[in-house]
Structures are given as structure tokens and as C-alpha cells.
């Protein structure tokens, strides 16, 4: 098949966080099994341009990408709303909508990866004009938590643009069953099919680095409790901070490492509350980590806890279990099964739920052991890119086919 993606951001965008690596992981392994894909992204890296060619496709592990500039979207030479547009996160493109014209009509598929966005709104309508079947990719942007984030734009913004996309597309794909309600609940009736994220284990089953970790003041005797994301309000990372506050006495020798871009500017407040509370060597704020690093982190914490109020499917959460770390989770992150194969725990989604659940947790250093062998078999078992890529696929198939039984009937 030859298959076009649109996505807001591309590798090496890692600032955006997991859709980066579960899109860009997705379209290599599908090149791996002899499809032809191709990715038309923006230059955006969150809240940074990436370095990259603007003119032409680049080959990024196998898959041919091409990177667009963003404009903005209200072309006024006044500070204030040129700041404002391009503040907007719409990804404005104009030249995208140009090559689509050009590319789609060779496609036999084109997969968009997150709404509210010019790649998913100009790819939609591309497949539109030129006959072909639309997969459509939320990505948790619709649960009802999410949605509450700058509310009133996004609902303007869905009931005109991106519910009749929904409804023209051919099939949608919900990462988790509360996807798949979330489409429901907005009078969708489109097929849904429910394929989550996959991982590549291998990355993740090496023992950390201690050179990697030293610079951060982690030693041996250290539990060190790790949050790994964008420094969000929707992420939690303020709760499991207040929560890791209230216990610090009691666990002399825990740590904290908040992990990730400061996307909203409040690392510095989180810095405040540290020192206040006396725990300024206690808890470490590393900035977005990557490499060798990442891994070393993943494999060294006690524990991972992602306190989120609304996720899709996490992959720092599969990323945490690929490295045999037990998770703390919230229902927000929809991530039933870790608890089903006691791979860890999911609590209520506030301080002191979270604060004795580190409590419990940090006193049984066996039972997380025991919690972190039991992920990595839960991922091994049901998470690999094989097994998700063969959903994908399947849904492509069946897909494609009823778009060529509908052109047939109505032709």
C-alpha cells in the first residue's frame, strides 16, 4: 500500500512528547513490511522550529518525510497578533495544501494523527477531493478532560470542522475504549476500531547507566520516583509533587525526578515549592530527556507515576513497563490493564490518594520488583509494533475495501 500520514510534528521533534515516537514508530514499521509511507508534518517541535528542510522530502529511517514551514495564520505585520496567530497551535502551512494536491492522487490511503490542527484539517480535504479513504487518529484530544483545556475554542472549532470530518472519514481508530466513547459522544457513526500504541522492548531492557544518572545526584541507596512528560497542567506533575511533599520525612532516602519540557513556564514555581519545603536535593528537574539518559531513567526509577488528568495511551507509560518499573497511574491515563496484571496501581486523581499510594508503595521495594517483572510481560505479551501493526493493517484492509463497495455502488 502507499500510504500518505498527517501529522502535526515529525522526529526530531521530541519536545511534542509520545505522538512523536508512536506515529513515527508506526510508519516504520509498516516500511519494515514493505508498505510505502509518507509523512507531511510541520517544522514545530512544541515551542521550538526544527532544523530541517522545508523544500523537498527527506529520508528519515526509511520513511520519506516532508517537514513544511508554519505561517502565520493571521498575516498582520502588528506584534501582538502575529504572536497570537502563531500562538494559536492551528500549525498553519499554506504550501502543505499544494503538494497534498499533488501527492494524494497517488495514495491509496491517507492516516491523520491529531485534530484541531491545518496537517489533519488539509489532509482530510485533500483525500476528500481526490476519492480516497480517510483513517482518522485522535489521539485522547477528545476526552472530556482535554476538551476543557481552552474549551470554548475547541468546541467551535469541532462542531464546524472537525465532525464533518469525522463523518466523511472511513474508519476511526481509538488508541483505548474511552476513545472509542469519546467518538460516540459526539453523535459519530462512523466504524471505529480500537488498536493501541505498540513499543519496541529491545530499547528498553538494558541495565541503566550509572555515569548517565550521576550528574543528578542519584546514588545507589536512593528509591527514585520518576515523572516523565511535558510540564502541563493536564499532566499532573504539580499533584505528584504536592503528594511526594507530604511524605518526604517519612522516605529519607526517595527521590523525585520530574522529567520533561517546561512547556507553560512552571518548572519555576515547582522549584519554588521545593525549596520552601527543604527538599531542594531531593527533587530534580532534568529537562526533556532523550538517549541514553531516558533509558537510564526509565530502568533506575522504583517507580513511574503519571498523575494525568486525561492521556490517550501513554507511551511513557509503555516505555516505563518495557524497563520493568512499576507505574502509579490515574483513570485519566485509561490504562486499566496495569492494574488487572498487577503491573501497578491506579489511584484517585488527587494529593492525598497519590501521597499514600507513595507511601504504600515506597515501604515494598519486593512487591514494586515483583509489579515491574509483571509490565514487561504485559507489554511483551500484548504491546509490540508487530501485533499492533497487523491491527493497523487489518483495519486499512477492511477499510479500503468498503470505500471501493461504496464508489462502486453509488458509480
Not at 457513526?189 to 513499543?199: A, K
Not at 507511601?359 to 504491546?383: C, W
Request: hydrophobic share 45%; glycine share 6%; net charge neutral.
Amino acid at each position: 500500500m502507499k500510504i500518505l500520514f498527517a501529522v502535526h510534528g515529525y522526529k526530531p521533534a521530541w519536545r511534542i512528547g509520545g505522538p512523536i515516537i508512536s506515529v513515527s514508530s508506526l510508519a516504520e514499521s509498516l516500511v519494515k513490511r514493505g508498505h510505502d509511507v509518507t509523512v507531511f508534518t510541520t517544522d514545530s517541535n512544541l515551542d521550538r522550529t526544527l532544523d530541517v528542510p522545508t523544500d523537498r522530502a527527506v529520508d528519515v529511517e526509511g520513511v520519506k518525510v516532508r517537514y513544511f514551514r508554519r505561517r502565520p495564520l493571521i498575516p498582520m505585520r502588528v506584534p501582538r497578533l502575529e504572536y497570537l496567530s502563531k500562538s494559536l497551535g492551528f500549525l498553519y502551512a499554506p504550501e502543505l495544501k499544494f503538494a497534498l494536491d499533488e501527492w494524494v492522487p497517488s495514495v491509496d490511503l491517507v492516516h491523520t494523527h491529531l485534530p484541531f490542527v491545518y496537517p489533519t484539517y488539509a489532509a482530510a480535504h485533500a483525500a476528500f477531493r481526490h476519492g480516497k479513504p480517510l483513517f482518522y487518529h485522535q489521539r485522547g484530544v477528545f476526552d472530556p478532560e482535554r476538551l476543557k483545556f481552552r474549551s470554548l475554542k475547541k468546541m467551535v472549532y469541532l462542531r464546524l470542522i472537525e465532525v464533518p470530518i469525522l463523518r466523511r472519514a472511513e474508519m476511526l481508530i481509538a488508541l483505548t475504549e474511552a476513545e472509542r466513547s469519546s467518538y460516540t459522544r459526539l453523535g459519530i457513526t462512523t466504524p471505529i476500531r480500537v488498536i493501541p500504541n505498540g513499543i519496541d522492548t529491545h530499547p528498553y531492557s538494558r541495565p541503566p547507566e550509572p555515569d548517565d544518572l550521576a550528574p543528578l545526584g542519584i546514588r545507589p541507596e536512593h528509591q527514585v520516583v520518576l515523572f516523565m512528560g511535558r510540564l502541563h497542567p493536564i499532566k499532573g506533575a504539580d499533584r505528584l509533587l504536592a503528594a511526594f511533599v507530604r511524605i518526604a520525612q517519612r522516605h529519607p532516602d526517595a527521590m523525585l525526578v520530574l522529567a520533561g519540557p517546561d512547556e507553560f513556564g512552571i518548572e519555576q514555581a515547582f522549584r519554588t515549592d521545593v525549596e520552601a519545603a527543604g527538599l531542594g536535593e531531593r527533587v530534580v528537574f532534568p529537562g526533556m530527556v532523550s538517549g541514553s539518559l531516558k533509558h537510564s531513567l526509565l530502568a533506575r526509577a522504583d517507580l513511574f507515576c503519571l498523575p494525568s488528568d486525561a492521556e490517550g495511551f501513554s507511551m511513557a507509560v509503555l516505555e516505563a513497563l518495557a524497563s520493568k518499573t512499576a507505574v502509579l497511574l490515574t483513570p485519566g491515563c485509561h490504562f486499566q490493564e496495569v492494574e488487572r496484571f498487577g503491573a501497578g496501581k491506579i489511584v484517585a486523581n488527587d494529593v492525598p490518594a497519590l501521597a499514600t499510594a507513595l507511601d504504600e508503595l515506597l515501604v515494598a521495594p519486593a512487591i514494586l520488583a515483583a509489579m515491574g517483572a509483571r509490565g514487561q510481560q504485559l507489554v511483551t505479551e500484548r504491546f509490540t509494533w508487530k501485533r499492533i501493526t497487523d491491527a493497523v493493517i487489518e483495519a486499512y484492509e477492511e477499510g479500503i475495501a468498503r470505500h471501493t463497495h461504496g464508489r462502486l455502488v453509488t458509480s
